[in-house]
């Protein structure tokens, strides 16, 4: 089957499990999450292995001093820069260190193997150059037009590109540590294999990028748009993501953990066996997303959105949650382990299986939860609202409840009869 199709059983499946409340469909849940896990593995598997071509450049037969030449003469008598079409698009193989390209007309201009080093190309019109394996540390490129173009494996450590135009150009395994890219249009781009450590690309728009494989610890991406990106096998730690836009995006097997999440939108995403712990993610929005075996121990989710989210295995132990609101989430096998969710929000969820050991829950809303199988040890549910839910195998052990409401006589008979049948050290878990 090829990946249109997959993605089209991926699409299908995802709108299934959102095409009924949680509590309502817990029959198949599971089964169609399966399902959907299957999906999006042959989805990876099948779009792996890609191959690039080598880069095979004829050297200019232009030389360093022709080029500086033209460029002085042509500012000279203040005349449009066009060395595409005066002197011709190769300029490949030569070391250019420290010329001033700006405002240049570079239309498909061949850089690739050149020496670029601390360069200016500001307002210089790129589209569809070509700048494979060049070394261009510290080059200017603020406001250029650089769609299309190719800096694939190209050295680009502390690079500029504040407000460029660069829709659909290519940064495989481009090296951009310590790059600034602020404002910038980076929509589509490839960024495959990248390296974008300490790199700034704050408020610039990657929507539909690939960052699969890259890395960018430490980088900030502070108000950017990075909307239907690919996250897959990305090592993202300490990453600055305040308040941006990661809607619709595919995150697999990547790690974010110690990263500014802060109000960051995550709604209708896909994060699959992910690392999100030490986060600060206050106030995020993960709505209506489907995240399996994903890990947000140790995390600051105050106020956090997670309604009608599928969270299937992951941990959220020793995690701060309070006034986070995860109504109508199926929450299958999910652990809460020594977690403090103070009046956070947990009615009509499927807790089935969950782990609730030494957690602090004073105040939180359980109406109508599903909790059979569930167990809950050493914890607090003072003052929580238990009406409407399912008890069935749920254990209860060590836990003060306190002033709880809507719990009624037939379902506290229920617990109790679990809970005397069951082994005390039942509750006890590894916390991982």
Not at 70 to 92: F, H, V
Not at 124 to 129: I, P, T
Not at 392 to 411: A, E, P, R
Request: proline share 1%.
């Amino acid at each position: 089957m090829n990946i249109k199709s997959l993605a089209f059983r991926a699409i299908f499946v995802a709108a299934n499990i959102f095409s009924v409340n949680a509590y309502s469909q817990e029959a198949n849940d599971s089964n169609i999450l399966q399902e959907f896990d299957d999906i999006i593995g042959e989805i990876s598997s099948s779009s792996s292995g890609r191959k690039i071509e080598e880069v095979k450049v004829v050297k200019s037969n232009l030389t360093r001093k022709v080029i500086e030449s033209y460029l002085d003469k042509q500012r000279d008598k203040q005349e449009p820069i066009k060395i595409t079409q005066d002197l011709g698009a190769n300029l490949s193989g030569l070391d250019l260190s420290g010329l001033d390209f700006s405002n240049a007309q570079l239309l498909r201009a061949n850089f690739a193997n050149s020496v670029l080093t601390d360069c200016n190309f500001k307002n210089a019109y790129l589209e569809e150059s070509d700048f494979r394996n060049a070394k261009a540390e510290r080059v200017i490129f603020d406001e250029a037009s650089l769609a299309v173009a190719n800096f694939s494996k190209a050295e680009l450590k502390k690079a500029s590109f504040n407000s460029v135009y660069a829709e659909e150009a290519k940064f495989y395994k481009a090296n951009l540590v310590g790059a600034i890219g602020n404002k910038a249009n980076f929509k589509g781009a490839d960024f495959e294999e990248a390296t974008l450590n300490h790199a700034d690309f704050s408020y610039s728009d990657f929507t539909g990028s690939d960052f699969s494989n890259s890395k960018a610890s430490e980088a900030k991406f502070k108000y950017a748009t990075l909307s239907n990106i690919h996250l897959k096998n990305a090592d993202w730690q300490k990453t600055n993501l305040y308040s941006a836009d990661l809607s619709n995006t595919k995150i697999n097997n990547t790690n974010l953990s110690n990263s500014v999440l802060f109000f960051v939108n995550f709604q209708r995403s896909n994060i699959l066996k992910s690392n999100l712990t030490k986060i600060y993610g206050e106030a995020a929005d993960f709505s209506n997303s489907i995240i399996l075996e994903s890990k947000f121990s140790k995390s600051n989710l105050e106020d956090t959105i997670f309604k009608n989210a599928s969270l299937v295995k992951s941990n959220f132990t020793k995690s701060v949650l309070n006034n986070a609101d995860f109504g109508g989430s199926n929450l299958t096998a999910i652990n809460l382990s020594d977690s403090i969710l103070t009046n956070a929000k947990l009615n009509n969820t499927i807790l089935k299986d969950a782990v609730i050991n030494s957690t602090y829950m004073e105040k939180v809303d359980l109406s109508f939860a599903n909790l059979s199988g569930a167990r809950i040890y050493g914890s607090n549910l003072d003052s929580s609202i238990l009406n409407g839910i399912k008890v069935d195998g749920l254990i209860i052990l060590n836990t003060s409840m306190q002033n709880v409401k809507g719990l009624s006589n037939q379902n506290a008979e229920m617990i109790l009869s679990n809970s005397k049948s069951a082994p005390q050290s039942v509750g006890k878990v590894p916390v991982s």
